[in-house]
Every structure is written in C-alpha cells, then in structure tokens.
C-alpha cells in the first residue's frame, strides 16, 4: 500500500488534473454548442454529448494504461505501431468513409476513426526513438537526420492523399519541432527547410484550390467577402465579440444556432468565448498553455532522451493544434479545419490527447523517480566532461 | 565520434518552450482585441445578423366626404421582387423588365444581378399598373415576384384634387389633407422582431417584439361630395365658356365653418400629379391666392356701418353723380354718369361705389378697419389645409383719406377667397366668425366608429344677431333687385354680392381689361345653410362682370346643392324685379364698309342677324353708337359691293 502511495506521488498531478479537467469543461461545451446542430440533423440534442462521453470514458481507460505502461517500451513496440499505422493510412485511401470531400475516417461499427490522428502519435513515437537512437551523430546529415524523414514523408502523403492538409501540415510541424530538438545542426536544418520549400512549390499547384484561397482571404479581409471565404471568420467574430468580459452566460449562445457552422469542433473556442466571454477563454487558454509547458518542463527534466523527445513531440502536439485552431477562430491564422485539443468534438483526436497525456505522465513519473536516486545516476562515469559547462543537468543516454 | 552537446539540446527545449509561450500569448492577445476592441462594432453585426424584421404595411386611412362617401382609398398595386439567385438567365429577364417597366436594360440588368438575397426593383417596379401586372404574370419568370403593394386612389379623379392632395410613392402625404393630416392617416407600420437562426429560424429563447401595424384613422370631412360635384360641374362649364385665366370656389356651412366643397382651375388628378406642373397642384387658389376683392367687400364695410348705426338703410338717401372727391382724387362709380338718388338700400343693390365711401368716411379710419380685421382679414384664417395666403391691409399709418374711401369698396386690400367666404358666412350666420375647417371626424377604419371629432371653433363675435339680420335683408335685395339678379334662385332666398376685382399687374399698375370677377352668395336667407364664393379670373369673350359671369354660377350652386342638401324651399322671399333695366349697355359698333368675315368678333356680346347676300356690309340695324342691352339683336346687310349706292 505504502509502495503505491509512493508510486503515486511521484505522478504530476498538474499533468493528471488538467487534461481531464479540460476535457470535462469540453464536453459540456460540445453539448451546449451541439445541442441545437444535433436536433437539426435528426439526433437527440445529446447525440454528440453520449458519443464524446464515450470516447472520453475509452481516453480515461487509455490514460490510466498509458500512465501505467512504462514509456521505455514504445521503443522497442515501434516498428509493430508503424506497420499498423501505414496499414490505416493505406486502408482508409482503399476503404475509407468520405466525409467533408475527404477520405479521413473509417467506420468500424458504431464506431469513426481517424487514422491520422494515431498517425500523429506514431509518428512522434517513431522521430523520437529515431532520434534518440541517433543521438551520438545526430550532426551527420546523411546517416543521422535523413533517414528517418523518408518515413515521415511517406506518412505525410498518405494523409496528404485523403487530403486533410490541416492533420499533415500539424503532423509536419511536430516533426520540425521533434528534429530541432533533437539538437540538429543549423546548417542541416536550412538544408531540410529547403527541401520542405522545393516540395511545397511543387506540391503548391495541386493544393490549390477555389476554396482555399477563399480561406485564406477570409482570415485577412473578412468582411471584403461575407458570403463565401470571410463567413466563418465573422460569425467567429461576432460570437467572440459578443461575449464580452464574461459573456453571455453557459447555454447562450446564439452563434451556435446555425450561423457558427462545426459549432462543436473547429469553433467551439468561438461558443465559449460567446458564452462564457474572455474569462472563459484566458482559462482554457491557460490549462491548455499548463499542459504544454508543463510537458515542455518535464522534457528538459527527462534524462533519457527518448523521453525528453516524447514529450516534446507530445507537448507541441497540443500546443501546434491549439495555436492552429485558435489562431484560425481570432484571424490570425487561415481556417484549416483543425480542432482545439480535449475541447472540440472528435473521438479518435480525444482518445489519442488522452493516451499522450497517460504517456506523458509516466514519463513524468519516471522523471520524478530519478529524481529521487540521483546519486545511481551521478555515479555515471565518462559523461562528465561532455557537460562540464552546464550546470548540474546530466547528458543523453547514448 | 562526435557528440552532440546537452547543452545544445536544453537551449532547444528552452527555445520551444519560450516559443510555446509567445504563441499563447499571442492567441491571448489577439482574442482580447477581438472581443473588447472591435467587440462593440461586432456587437452590432450580431443583432443585425440576428434579428429580423418582418414589416407589416399599415393601411392608410380613406377620406370620405361628410356622407360616408369615399373621396380617397387605397386600391391593390404590387411591386416588383427579384431573387437574383434563381434567375437564370439575367440577360432575359432584364429585358423583358425594361420592356414592361419602361426603364433601361443596363439598369435592369444591375437589379436582377444584384448579389443581395432579394432586391427590390425602386422606383421602376413600385405600384404597377393593371397592365404591367399582367404582362409580369403572363411571362411567369423565374425569380420575379410581385409583392403586395397599395396606392392611392381617388375615385373622384380631378375632383376636389387641390384639397385631396396626393401621396407619394410610399403612400406619404405630400400635398393637401393627404399632407396636413398624414400623421393620422398614414398609421404606424408594424413589425414582428425576432431573433432568429442562420436559417431565418426563430429563435424561441429569445422574447421576439411585435408591434402590431395600426391602420390609419379614416378621415371623415366636412366637404359633400354632391356640393362638390355641382362645383366641379359649373367650374368646367364656365372654363369651357369663359376659357379664363383661373377659376376658384367655395362652399362653406356658415353654421359650423365647415367647407361644404372647393375648387380650382386649373386642377390635376391626384393620382398623376407628376404630369402636372407644380405650380398647378402648389396652387389652391381658394386659399392661397391673394388679390383685391372689389365689391364682395362692401359686405364688410356695410356690416360695420349697420353695426355701428351709422346707416339706416331704408331712411338715408344717397346723391350719386357718377363719382366722389377725396382729397382732391376723384372715385368713380362703376356706372357712368352715377345711380343717382337712392335710400342706403339701393345703394347697396347697385353696388354704388360714391355711396359706399361715403359709409367708409361716416365710420372713420379706425371703425374700419377694425372690423375689418375683426372679421379676419389680414391674416390667415387656420383652415386645414398648406400654402394659405395671409392677405394684405394697408398699414394703419398709411391710411389717409383716400385709402379709407377705397377701402370701403374693396380696392387696395388684398385679401384671399376663403378670408371673404369666412368674414361674409359671419357677416350672415348671426355675427360668428368660424375657423374654416374641412376635417369632421377621426373613424376606426374597422369598427366604423367615431374616434375623435374636430370642434367648430368660433374665433371671434363680430356683430349682432340683428345687424346680421339686416344685413341678410340688404344682400337679399342686391339678388333680387340689384346687381346680383343672375344668381336668383326661385325659392331659395338667395343673398349676395356681386365682385369684379381689378387685378394689379406686374408693372405695378392697374391692368388693363383683365378682372377677377367673383360673386359671393349665400341661401336661404331667413337661415343661411350655404355660403358660395365663385372667382373667375380673366373670363375671355364676355363683359368681365361679377354679375353677368359669376353670378349665375353661383345661383345655380347654391340651387342645386340646397336640393342636394335637402334644405326647404322657402315661400316668404323677395320677389325677382323682372324688368330691372340696370344690365350694362354695350354700345352698337360701327360696322358698315367691314367684310362679313369680320364681325365675328362682334357677335361674342351681340347676336348678328344677316339679311342679303355678298361679302360686304352696307348697312346695319340700329345704327353705330346707340346702346342696346347685351346680346341683343342687330340686323346687317349685306351686297357683291363695298357701299350700296355702286349698284
């Protein structure tokens, strides 16, 4: 018993609290926002309600096992994951439902699932055990930071192919993120950031599209074009500004009810902007911004520098989304069609949130478990001279 | 091997982090600006994206004559709604609408391309007429609707259209009552606000305002519409006789003030008044025009002097040679050579001008001209209706000698008809001097009742009941034994006096031939129902005589609608003077040496009758310089040759 209160107290309760918290407030939020598209569309009122719970009772399950199950052995799991994981990104192109003009989802029962978002987990899973492996010649170009961005590359097309631009250009950035803290060399980042140029001029052509350009023009000038790319960004506006310093008061909105289009998904940040005004919305903004620092925090703990590239890649998993979706509902950035992390509507994105928040905390168990020992580990010969200069953290496992 | 240092790994956390951290609070920022910046002006396009407006149109009030019967209403005229979007093809359908509408094909093509959910077709597509409505529905074309639509209408055409007035195209008064009372007639539009979805759904969360329309209050007049015709009846007939300069008349109840009818030439119908010329509809002569009245005004300086006792009519006798001397200036009488010796009656019958001033000097200045203001001259009498005149009197420090005598017999005042028809109805109703008015009653348009009533006002007591009884005798004679004899009518008792008013032209002068000449009458004179005022300005072809032109309108007025009205012949009145010879002569023309084409312009006040054949006039029958009454016969002869003796 006394083992696992201790096994338990080294858990980050931040990292435990937040993320369920979060998603809590989040489905009560997709009830009120859905509630009314829901009835419109021939459900219950609750239909997107029971649905999320279900998928965040699955997440808990999911949290709870990941949180348990030592992160360690995805390294040795990951090439089993990212067969599967091709598998899904193959087989929803061949056998996938469309939905929005686009081949995302598979449908197994009652049950929709997103394959690029377990591809968002794996791939990070892969990079950071790639990474971590190479990590004594990280600097060689070639041999050390090539080589894995093949697989990264043939991810990205597959979920380019469906198209979901909006899941590729997150799963893009996150592998950035992954690769510049891996310690890359500047020159070999120029080098990729090159590359990445030359594909996105050649892919850029095909990409687009009537619509998109729309998007685009619609974050800058919005109310040049009301009734095609500005709409969703006004009616964002308007829900936001409506709501004030605390809006209009849970259930209020009036966005929701057809003018806000994806009420429950891409713009719920809007709903409870217009419901819940600019407290609601520093609140939110203020977990989602606890867990990623939080997660950024513990990397710069973890010794082991698997884990330290986990949680970076699973920290600039929340953060890049969030930013894309709330920098699309404010007008900063165009609208991808990106959701908010444990907020919007969306099962497979929650289930996968969930399952990173489990790792992420036992990664952050096992950071706090060395903390405990550190002598074992200050004990470590023949590392000491490669970090004299700093101070008291300890070098990469290599 | 080479290894990469920590050091470089942690400042890349660190730089992911502060990264991650700037991010935030951008995001944070850029929702503050969104919300408390630009929130307010956001504010406004929610409830504007919000609400809807569903307008409901009031139903503008009727007028409707003393009787119930309708003088205005409103009859079906839709108007023209595109729906841009479901038009096919544009380029079709705008020509087809140009063609209907009779507007360009450019503009056309800018309404049925409109990016606007629907666009209304203003003003080209507003109140069809019968033929453009069936044109639109026999094409049938996508996208076109006709929305329900009213206009105005005046069942009466012409008829009583200075009074009327008109309304614009959305139905807003622009000119006479339509105008004057607008704010009761036009009602409130209502509207049903609500909040509703992106669908246009309403949304039952949030308490939706409905402001029922209210229909316009129906405006019963005082004007009856059978008086009104017999008005607009005479009028036509004396333009088509008289082909005038203008024409105006009145008819008031002197027991209320109420307007009974008026008119004016040139008139318009309401519901064209943009082909008409606005100083046409701007001009309610009755009202507005100002002129000096001529002898109608004597009525005045007889009440006054009656009043003050300075007359006795049946015992003062009066020398008229033809004209009086004023400080040096000689007035003329009308007639040449004067009345005569006549009682103060006589005078008045004749209309003798020496005899009137003569009254004005017995009264003095100051007698005068106060009651010539108290009878309301000066300034305007109140009636409901725009563009009254105010009339002009001399300034009180200007009044010699000289203007008091003119005064007394109508010249040097300006005064407007309805000022006359108002002073004289108090002159014969018992001495009250009314506000003219032409609105009776406010009636709910749907339950038919009365919902207010406007007062008979009576702004002043001028004179007594026994002045005003006199008065009525005096005028009652001018009818039946003096000037006004063509306006006798057998059983009615009529009063009145004739009026030809010099007209003052533009060089400041006198003009020359060119008289307004009126007749103001009233019946039945034991208890006046009807008060008549008939102004023909400039008759052509005829002597310009009050008596000769106005006159008989006026009888016959005054006749028809005291039938009309249902009022009592009357069997005590003054007896018609058959053989009054006091019609003006015209002199017989020297017409010997004209050809015969040429005395067709004679045969306007004579009538010609021809004895021979040929071209030339040899003789004619009486002879050149005698006087003879007016239309009377003259015989000419005519020959092949210029003078009778050739052959």
């Given amino acids: ?398 | 091997m080479k290894r990469v240092s920590t050091v470089t790994v942690r400042k890349r956390i660190v730089t992911v982090f502060l990264f991650g951290l700037l991010l935030f609070m951008i995001i944070d920022f850029r929702l503050g600006y969104v919300q408390f910046i630009i929130g307010d002006k956001l504010m406004d396009k929610a409830n504007e994206s919000w609400s809807r407006d569903i307008v409901f149109e009031a139903d503008r009030g009727k007028i409707l004559d003393s009787n119930g019967d309708i003088l205005a209403e409103n009859v079906s005229a839709p108007s023209i709604t595109v729906v841009p979007r479901q038009i096919q093809n544009p380029q079709k359908v705008a020509e087809n609408l140009a063609n209907i509408l009779d507007m360009p094909e450019k503009k056309a093509y800018e309404y049925v391309t409109k990016n606007e959910s629907s666009v209304n077709i203003h003003p080209e597509g507003r109140k069809l007429s019968e033929k453009q409505e069936k044109a639109v529905r026999t094409l049938n074309m996508d996208g076109v609707y006709l929305a329900k639509d009213s206009k105005r209408h005046y069942p009466y055409g012409d008829y009583l259209s200075h009074v009327l007035g008109f309304t614009g195209i959305d139905n807003q008064g622009l000119m006479g009552l339509e105008l004057y009372y607008d704010d009761k007639l036009k009602g409130e539009k209502g509207s049903l606000s609500y909040y509703s979805d992106a669908k246009g759904k309403k949304l039952e969360s949030i308490a939706d305002i409905y402001n029922a329309p209210k229909d316009g209050l129906d405006l019963k007049t005082t004007i009856n519409s059978k008086v009104q015709t017999i008005m607009e009846r005479e009028l036509d007939l004396a333009v088509a006789k008289y082909n005038p300069d203008g024409a105006s008349a009145i008819a008031v109840n002197p027991k209320t003030g109420g307007v009974l009818g008026m008119t004016t030439r040139p008139n318009f119908n309401p519901e064209n008044y943009q082909d008409v010329d606005s100083s046409i509809f701007d001009r309610n002569l009755p009202i507005w025009s100002t002129y000096e009245p001529g002898s109608t005004f004597k009525i005045i300086t007889l009440a006054s002097a009656l009043e003050e006792e300075t007359v006795d009519l049946e015992e003062d006798e009066f020398d008229d040679d033809g004209s009086i001397s004023i400080d040096g200036t000689h007035l003329h009488c009308w007639k040449e050579g004067g009345h005569g010796h006549q009682s103060y009656l006589e005078v008045v019958q004749n209309s003798c001008n020496p005899g009137f001033v003569n009254l004005g000097m017995k009264l003095g200045k100051e007698k005068l001209f106060t009651y010539i203001k108290d009878f309301g001259f000066g300034k305007k009498t109140g009636i409901d209706l725009q563009g009254e005149g105010n009339g002009i009197l001399f300034d009180p420090e200007d009044i010699g000698p000289v203007e008091l005598a003119t005064t007394s017999f109508g010249q040097g005042v300006s005064v407007t008809p309805i000022q006359q028809v108002m002073a004289v109805a108090a002159a014969v109703n018992g001495g009250n001097l009314y506000e003219p008015h032409i609105a009776k009653e406010w009636i709910d348009s749907r339950t038919g009742k009365t919902v207010d009533n406007f007062e008979n006002e009576i702004k002043d007591k001028v004179i007594s009941e026994s002045t005003s009884k006199e008065l009525r005798y005096a005028l009652e004679s001018v009818v039946a034994k003096g000037t006004g004899k063509p306006a006798y009518v057998d059983g009615y008792r009529v009063g009145g006096k004739t009026g030809t008013a010099q007209k003052v032209g533009p060089d400041g002068q006198y003009m020359q031939d060119n008289y307004i000449v009126s007749f103001i009458g009233f019946a039945p004179a034991d208890d006046p129902e009807i008060v008549v005022y008939v102004a023909i300005d400039n008759p052509k072809d005829t002597l310009q005589f009050g008596g000769v032109v106005a006159a008989p309108i006026v009888g016959t007025i005054i006749g028809d609608s005291l039938r009309a009205m249902g009022v009592e012949p009357r069997e005590d009145g003054l007896e018609k003077e058959v053989d009054w010879p006091e019609q003006p002569k015209v002199e017989v023309p020297d017409l010997i040496g004209l050809k015969k084409k040429d005395v067709t312009e004679y045969m306007t006040n004579l009538s010609i009758e021809v004895e021979g054949s040929g071209d030339h006039i040899i003789d004619q029958e009486p002879k050149a310089g005698s006087k003879v009454e007016e239309g009377a016969k003259i015989r000419i002869y005519l020959s092949n040759k210029k003078d009778r003796d050739s052959d």
């Fill in chain 1, 1 to 398: 018993m006394m083992k696992m209160m201790k096994k338990l107290k080294d858990y980050d309760f931040t990292l435990i609290i937040t993320p369920i918290l979060l998603t809590a407030f989040g489905t009560v939020m997709i009830y009120s926002a859905s509630m009314v598209s829901a009835v419109v569309e021939g459900f219950e009122s609750t239909h997107y309600l029971f649905k999320q719970l279900q998928w965040f009772m699955l997440g808990l399950v999911g949290f709870a096992f990941c949180a348990l199950f030592p992160y360690k052995y995805y390294q040795r799991l990951i090439k089993p994951i990212i067969l599967v994981i091709i598998v899904l990104l193959v087989g929803v192109l061949l056998f996938g439902e469309v939905r929005n003009n686009a081949k995302s989802w598979f449908q197994l029962g009652p049950i929709h699932l997103q394959p690029a978002e377990f591809a968002k987990l794996g791939l990070i899973m892969y990079l950071a055990s790639v990474y971590s492996k190479k990590q004594s010649y990280i600097d060689e170009f070639n041999k050390g930071v090539l080589p894995p961005l093949i697989l990264t590359g043939l991810m990205l097309g597959l979920i380019v192919l469906q198209p979901d631009i909006g899941t590729a250009f997150i799963i893009f950035l996150i592998a950035c993120t992954i690769i510049f803290s891996s310690g890359i060399r500047f020159k070999h980042l120029f080098i990729l950031v090159a590359i990445g140029l030359i594909v996105l001029a050649i892919a850029l052509p095909n990409m687009v599209t009537d619509t998109r350009i729309d998007r685009f023009t619609g974050a800058y000038e919005p109310f040049e074009a009301p009734e095609t790319g500005g709409y969703h960004l006004i009616q964002s506006y308007i829900a936001i500004g409506v709501g004030g310093l605390t809006g209009e008061g849970l259930g209020q909105s009036v966005q929701k009810l057809g003018y806000l289009m994806e009420a429950h998904t891409d713009f719920i940040m809007a709903i409870i902007s217009e419901e819940l005004g600019f407290v609601g919305v520093v609140i939110v903004i203020g977990m989602l911004a606890t867990i990623v620092l939080r997660g950024l925090f513990i990397a710069n703990k973890c010794k082991d520098s698997f884990g330290a590239l986990l949680a970076i890649g699973i920290s600039s998993m929340v953060g890049i989304q969030a930013f894309i979706n709330l920098g699309a509902i404010s007008g900063v950035l165009p609208i991808t069609g990106v959701t908010l992390p444990f907020i919007s509507y969306g099962g497979s994105s929650l289930l996968i949130l969930l399952i990173s928040m489990g790792i992420l905390n036992n990664i952050a168990k096992s950071v706090n478990e060395e903390r405990q020992q550190p002598e074992t580990v200050k004990e470590q010969p023949g590392l000491e001279k490669n970090v004299l200069n700093y101070r008291g953290g300890r070098p990469w496992s290599s």
